[in-house]
């Protein structure tokens, strides 16, 4: 496809890498980072970083779209698939909802079913590098079918729901969906 069709309404793209966020940077302590998978699961756990980078990983190279109106074509991604959390966590049969946790109180939410798109990673590595702290690092969610939003730096858990829970931005006029072809960019 070429680049113009694969820009979304109201986008233009970049080169270099816009970084955006609240608050501070967290600093990474590979020994005492865990990521708590919990909610409306049959098996909460939480996984040390060797536990959590042992586990299937896979690469994805898509473009990225910041509601800020920036898109960033063919980035590369390397993390554990969404997929294989949902086969570790058993969500339960109520649970259509999923918010993934960050540093500072940051949280975003999606349906189940687009959390379990295959393209959908806990993402640990930008361009086969370590992901840098700036962009999320150690571990951020990667949603490319979203607004970036609702892709959470340092995330540090993936909470499994009944009820939706809209997230940081979600609560304050952003759209719940999100979704960049449809600009669906504030409710
Ligand atoms: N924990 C956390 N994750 C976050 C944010 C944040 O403030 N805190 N900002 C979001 C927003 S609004 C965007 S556009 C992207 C930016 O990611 P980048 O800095 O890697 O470009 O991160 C998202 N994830
Ligand atoms: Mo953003």
């Given amino acids: 496809m070429s680049k113009d069709a694969r820009l979304p309404p109201g986008q233009y793209s970049v080169r270099d890498f816009p970084v955006l966020h609240v608050g501070a940077i967290p600093s990474f302590d590979q020994e005492r980072w865990r990521f708590r998978i919990f909610g409306a699961v049959d098996a909460p756990q939480e996984l040390s970083w060797s536990q959590f980078t042992a586990l299937p990983g896979k690469s994805v190279k898509t473009d990225i779209h910041c509601v ?7 980035t590369t991604w390397f993390g554990v698939p969404f997929a294989e959390i949902i086969k570790l966590a058993k969500p339960q049969a109520a649970a259509k909802f999923v918010v993934t946790h960050g540093a500072n109180g940051y949280s975003a939410n999606v349906p189940l079913t687009v959390a379990a798109d295959d393209d959908v990673l806990f993402a640990y590595q930008y361009e086969g590098k370590p992901l840098e702290a700036i962009h999320g690092g150690p571990m951020r969610m990667f949603i490319p079918k979203r607004y970036f939003w609702k892709s959470t730096k340092w995330c540090n858990g993936v909470e499994f729901s009944v009820e939706d829970k809209p997230g ?12 960049p072809w449809k600009e669906e960019r504030y409710w």
Avoid: L, M
């Avoid at 940081?168 to 969906?177: A, M, P, Q, T």
């Fill in 68 to 74: 800020t109106r920036w898109t960033k074509f063919g």
């Fill in 168 to 179: 940081f931005w979600e609560v304050r006029g952003y759209s719940n969906d999100a979704d």
